[in-house]
């Protein structure tokens, strides 16, 4: 009986002795300086990464050598240039542009002023022709109205043939034109002109 209770407590002494063995060696750090460290990593194969650091005001430069801010000087110098020649080049362009329209304009109306010589031109001849303001307008034999329209058009008594020929026709006086002469003053209407042309050629 004594052995049972000497055993029972022999085994509760063991445990509480492991219990704070555990205990002590948890609570102890293992401390190792930098250089273990260092070894302890390069046994286990890892790699130490370099690193290079700048000191605060050095001056950055290109992997060529170059100087960063200087750099930035020249290709905002260049820039600068390049803004002032476009520039340049778009003010000489519009001048080029305004001058050529006037070019055009002085043209034009020198072209117009022509014109206008030579329409006064033809006007006055026209009068020379006829002093009295009378188209003499002769219909020979085989003449259909569309040969008469088209003579009194060219000769400025009608603004337009088709219209004139189309107007006789609607009066029925188309198929029936007479050989002769006929004095056809200037500036009539469609419906004095047929009048005149129904009226009969002159008698000579």
């Known amino acids: 009986m004594k052995l049972k209770y000497y055993l029972r407590g022999l ?53 060529d050598g170059t100087d960063t801010g200087a750099k930035t000087e020249v290709v905002t110098e260049q820039t600068a240039s390049e803004l002032l020649e476009e520039r340049t080049a778009a003010e000489e362009t519009a001048q080029n542009t305004e001058a050529a329209a006037e070019d055009v304009a002085a043209e034009a109306q020198e072209n117009s002023a022509n014109t206008d010589e030579e329409t006064q031109a033809q006007q006055e001849a ?62 009539l209407s469609n419906e004095e002109i047929a009048k005149i042309l129904q009226a009969g050629p002159l008698e000579e």
């Open 11 to 63: 085994g509760i002494g063991i445990i509480v002795t492991t219990v704070i063995l555990a205990v002590s060696f948890s609570k102890k750090e293992i401390k190792m300086s930098d250089e273990e460290i260092m070894a302890r990593a390069a046994q286990l194969g890892m790699v130490m990464q370099e690193t290079e650091t700048t000191e605060q005001g050095d001056t950055e430069q290109d992997p």
């Open 126 to 187: 026209a009068d020379a022709e006829n002093p009295s303001g009378v188209y003499r307008l002769v219909i020979q034999k085989g003449d259909v109205c569309r040969i008469v329209c088209e003579k009194l058009a060219e000769n400025g008594v009608i603004s337009d043939a088709e219209t004139f020929r189309q107007y006789l026709s609607q009066i029925g006086y188309a198929s029936n034109m007479r050989v002769g002469n006929y004095d056809i003053p200037y500036g």
